[in-house]
């Protein structure tokens, strides 16, 4: 038998190797001796040489099974190799067929061993080619495409096709707004297994932050998701996530139904495609926000310039109605029909605050806040003014940090979070608010803030929440679903101006028939320590005027009457220009005006503050009172600064400070 089967060897080019049952090689042939280095042959040494010292006891657990039920098998053929062991050391790839030769005895086994080197090699420089056109693809795409939904489409089907695999998903998780959550997509191949990955499933593989391969999924531990009954079937799988700021926007999750699929090149793939597709993302969020911050500044800049001519407007109204109440008390109707006039007015002044939050040109007076002391006074007004079917809750986590924000301001952005929330509780519900410190890192690039701590005010209900369209537009300025009469629309859009001009961020989330978060950003006292605003000026006894000369200068004619009006009215002589031009020609021509008071923003030409500061250089004894009706923030820290509309005592205060400051600056110098 030996001898017939040595006459064969010598005529087959494979190496073949004749083995017995204690793992001895009998007999080969002179191409396996040259294969594996052997040039005195094979005979009498253990198939264990032949192993890597690693692949030792499989290959003695195989042998064991194999010898129970032998049969002709080849082994070696799939994607995964044996590999063989040269004398020298090295290790290569084989391919072996193996079978029983005598099957009554079952003690003599006949291998054939073929080098599949150069088949391997081939095999992968193929599958290079496809890698590099994959992510050459990829790559195209992340720089003209114009929408996730265009880079995504078909791409799991490609990457299944590059790798030689059976499926593919694609999850992300990215903000595309300020204040929105993120938004949650599936793209996957074939597309039955993408509603497979529901939100419970879709969590726990987000969380992935390191590419992990499972070569097994039998035999290793893998997330939920790919241990669910879609993936019955699957044996080898790979996890590439997707990060923006070291943090998992996304994952690549490739299947294959074979075992060990994911070796080095098609990670290295995954990898490549993975950074494609969040640099992509990234750039897209970039952009949508630069669009969205573009959008709030344009409306920012009309409602601010809306204000400021209704805020003239307001100025006249108001102006005339305390001019018509100087001439004395009035009998009803008429006192009903003027203070019916002043409500109005009031409530136009209210309208025209909440347009310069949004446009963030109100004027702020910060000053340290507790958060504990804020909630319990917010708790205490809620639970006094709030329904009884609504349960209030507001409480600090044990580290809250106190800010440096408008009090009155703060108070009346988280009352109307509440009231919102209130509205959409018909039926009763739970509004919790809690406050808690937070340390800003990386995250806070993606929040587009600076790093470093925060207070986070979160204010949530149990309502009937927003639908994902609802709530893409819930900060856009004059948005609002409630019937009409009941909003205007500027409810959470000047709760965004406000936090946003005070250095902090607004974040929403919301699903339908579960509620509303909103979540408010707010720096420390500490960050902002030393940011402190010009304060709005208070109210005092209408002094009495000792008939100073005053130089007036407005360019609205109507506004000019009636502040030319109110100071005549105080005692004091008036000289009034529509310009700067005007009001240098008045400063010339007559040096005993004492005090200029004078509008920001002239139209052509000089503004009031440039005005000002040229005036004061000529007449450095002049004082200067400003008036505004964008904000009470706008001047110098010389420069004292009247918000419109303005009340004819108001007027009468800031200007008898403005010379009692100057009186006093005098006695100083003596």
């Not at 030996?2 to 060897?9: E, P, Y």
């Not at 090295?90 to 030769?101: D, G, Q, R, T």
């Not at 597309?191 to 932050?209: M, N, Q, V, Y």
């Not at 005090?595 to 139209?603: E, H, K, P, Q, R």
Request: aromatic residues 6%.
């Amino acid at each position: 038998m030996i001898g017939m089967i040595g006459h064969l060897f010598d005529l087959i080019p494979d190496a073949l190797v004749l083995v017995d049952d204690a793992r001895r090689i009998l007999q080969s042939n002179a191409q396996a001796d040259a294969m594996l280095g052997y040039p005195g042959g094979l005979a009498g040494a253990s198939v264990d040489d032949l192993l890597p010292d690693d692949a030792r006891k499989r290959h003695r657990e195989h042998r064991a099974s194999y010898a129970a039920a032998p049969r002709v098998r080849p082994m070696g053929a799939g994607f995964q190799p044996l590999l063989g062991c040269r004398r020298d050391g090295s290790v290569f790839p084989v391919e072996i067929a193996l079978s029983p030769v005598d099957p009554s005895s079952q003690r003599r086994y006949l291998a054939s061993v073929r080098d599949i080197s150069g088949s391997i090699r081939e095999r992968q420089r193929v599958a290079r080619a496809r890698h590099d056109r994959l992510v050459a693809h990829v790559g195209e795409l992340a720089l003209i495409a114009r929408s996730e939904a265009e880079i995504v489409a078909g791409l799991p089907e490609k990457i299944a096709e590059a790798l030689g695999i059976e499926a593919v998903l694609v999850l992300s998780s990215w903000p595309t707004m300020p204040g929105h959550p993120p938004a949650r997509r599936v793209a996957a191949f074939p597309e039955t297994i993408g509603s497979a990955a529901t939100a419970d499933l879709f969590d726990p593989i987000l969380l992935s932050t390191t590419t992990t391969v499972f070569g097994d999924l039998a035999a290793e531990t893998p997330p939920k998701l790919l241990r669910s009954g879609w993936s019955e079937g699957f044996r080898s799988a790979a996890l590439v996530p997707l990060f923006e700021w070291n943090q998992t926007v996304g994952v690549i999750v490739a299947l294959s139904a074979r075992l060990h699929h994911f070796e080095h090149d098609a990670v290295h793939c995954l990898k490549s495609v993975a950074n494609l597709l969040a640099a992509f993302l990234q750039r897209r969020q970039a952009e949508e926000r630069l669009a969205h911050a573009q959008q709030l500044e344009a409306v920012g800049q009309l409602t601010g310039g809306v204000a400021h001519d209704f805020n003239n407007l307001l100025t006249v109204l108001s102006g005339n109605l305390q001019l018509i109440e100087l001439q004395g008390s009035f009998a009803p109707p008429m006192a009903e029909l003027l203070d019916s006039m002043r409500h109005a007015v009031d409530n136009g002044v209210a309208l025209t605050a909440k347009l310069l939050t949004l446009s963030r040109r109100q004027s702020l007076s910060p000053r340290v806040i507790d958060p504990r002391n804020l909630l319990a006074s917010l708790g205490a007004v809620l639970s006094r003014t709030l329904r009884e079917n609504i349960r209030v809750g507001a409480s600090c986590l044990p580290y809250a940090p106190a800010i440096f924000a408008d009090g009155p301001q703060l108070e009346s952005a988280l009352l109307n979070l509440c009231f919102n929330a209130r509205d959409a509780m018909p039926r009763g519900g739970r509004l919790t608010i809690t406050a808690c410190g937070i340390v800003l890192g990386a995250a806070a690039a993606r929040l587009e803030l600076e790093p470093g701590e925060y207070l986070q005010v979160s204010v949530q209900d149990t309502g009937v929440g927003m639908a994902p369209e609802v709530l893409a537009r819930a900060l856009e300025p004059f948005f609002t679903t409630k019937e009409s009469g009941r909003g205007n629309g500027l409810g959470l859009s000047t709760v965004y101006g406000f936090v946003r001009q005070s250095g902090g961020q607004v974040r929403m989330s919301s699903r339908l028939g579960y509620g509303t978060c909103v979540d408010l950003y707010l720096p420390s006292a500490a960050a902002d320590a030393g940011d402190g605003q010009q304060a709005r000026l208070t109210v005092g006894p209408a002094p009495v005027a000792a008939g100073e000369t005053l130089l007036v200068v407005e360019d609205d004619t109507a506004v000019l009457a009636v502040a030319v009006a109110f100071l005549e009215s105080l005692g004091y002589v008036v000289r009034s220009a529509a310009d700067a031009d005007g009001a240098l020609a008045w400063l010339k021509k007559e040096p005993a005006i004492a005090l200029l008071f004078v509008d920001v923003a002239l139209g052509p030409g000089l503004s009031g503050i440039e005005l000002a500061a040229l005036a004061r250089r000529r007449r450095p004894d002049l004082c200067v009172l400003l008036t505004s009706g964008h904000d009470a923030s706008v001047g110098t820290m010389d420069d004292a600064v009247l918000s419109k509309p303005y009340r004819r005592q108001d007027l009468a205060d800031a200007i008898r400070r403005q010379f009692d400051g100057r009186a006093g600056a005098r006695r100083h110098r003596r």
